[in-house]
């Protein structure tokens, strides 16, 4: 019987017989605004497995380091185990959700750069935005942890826009964690549409979780449809 560590909106972690390394198993379960809506997506979880690993592997060999070991089941990944800092790094290249809301542009205009925002990872406090300055006092980074994060952030942005334009999915916005595994900074969490913003560059429509916080509809459909589209693979 494995050993259950954590259990979170969207995975389950337990531990392996390895001490470095954890299993992650991905629920169905779906969630918004920090919980308050509830549902769930039939195969979310097989999607979401299958999509971080395709995206992790693609990170990997341009060099990004992360936690990623390999999938074990259509559910179920092998991570190293990660001390996850309490920071949430978010990366925006259109304006949408939040930010279009706090700077009073409109949904789908294009920044001129990339926008990098901290969050301090606090479901009470609803994950306020911070800076520099607010994860030195509340001792969550040091300067070169908050330099290193916002480097692999725009890293990873650039990898997954170049890639996606193939693919005609234009990236929006995105949400990464990182943790500290012997002494290394690693991206760790998952890459899928349910930490992504992705619309089909040519129609505009949504292919990620705005679809179920919208209750746009059609959710499962968009997941699949990003899986088709990075991978080939149908479910």
């Known amino acids: 019987m494995k050993e259950a560590l954590y259990e979170g909106k969207a995975k389950k972690v337990y531990a392996t017989d390895n001490p470095d390394e954890y299993l992650v198993y991905y629920k ?9 809506k509830k549902g ?3 195969s979310k979880g097989v999607l979401n497995n299958k999509i971080s690993a395709f995206f992790f592997d693609l990170l990997t ?3 990004v380091p992360n936690h990623f070991v390999r999938l074990v089941s259509d559910r179920e990944m092998l991570v190293k185990k ?3 800092l309490q920071i949430e790094v978010v990366v925006r290249n259109i304006a949408a959700g939040s930010l279009a809301k706090r700077i009073g542009w409109e949904e789908g205009r294009k920044l001129p750069v990339p926008v990098v ?3 301090y990872k606090d479901d009470e406090l609803g994950d306020p935005l911070i800076n520099y300055y607010h994860a030195r006092a509340l001792n969550l980074a040091t300067d070169e942890e908050m330099k290193a994060l916002e480097h692999w952030g725009l890293k990873i942005n650039e990898v997954l ?6 693919k ?8 990464l964690e990182f943790g500290i595994h012997n002494g290394q900074l690693l991206l760790g969490d998952e890459i899928s549409p349910d930490t992504c913003r992705f619309w089909d560059s040519e129609t505009g429509q949504k292919l990620d979780k705005d679809r179920f916080r919208r209750d746009l509809g059609d959710v499962e ?5 990003i899986l088709r589209r990075l991978t080939g693979e149908v479910i």
């Open 28 to 36: 169905d379960d779906a969630t918004a605004f920090n919980g308050v």
């Open 40 to 42: 769930t997506i039939e």
């Open 61 to 63: 060999k341009h060099g």
């Open 82 to 84: 990660l001390t996850i």
């Open 117 to 119: 925002e901290f969050y």
């Open 161 to 166: 826009t170049n890639f996606l334009k193939d």
């Open 168 to 175: 005609k999915v234009e990236l929006i916005d995105f949400k």
């Open 221 to 225: 459909a968009a997941y699949k449809e």
